[in-house]
């Protein structure tokens, strides 16, 4: 399983069928975070890396988030 680029506390998790979505959280420092990050599977569904995706309006914090309908709400 990869590492996320950075530590995070508190982020949301999404699964798709095609990937893992990571939403907010705060990182080290407690500094709260707006980034998501997107970890892509292969064919077998393992995880092959993090991209960044477009971040939250404003940071969260122990927050939820589901997929529905091809999209993820938070």
């Not at 990571?22 to 420092?29: H, Y």
């Amino acid at each position: 399983l990869p590492a996320l680029p950075e530590p995070r506390a508190g982020a949301s998790v999404a699964a798709t069928p095609n990937a893992v979505v990571v939403t907010s959280g705060v990182t080290t420092g407690h500094r709260p975070a707006a980034a998501t990050l997107v970890g892509l599977t292969d064919a077998s569904g393992r995880l092959t890396g993090w991209r960044s995706a477009a971040p939250l309006p404003s940071p969260r914090f122990h927050h939820a988030s589901v997929h529905h309908a091809g999209h993820v709400y938070v």
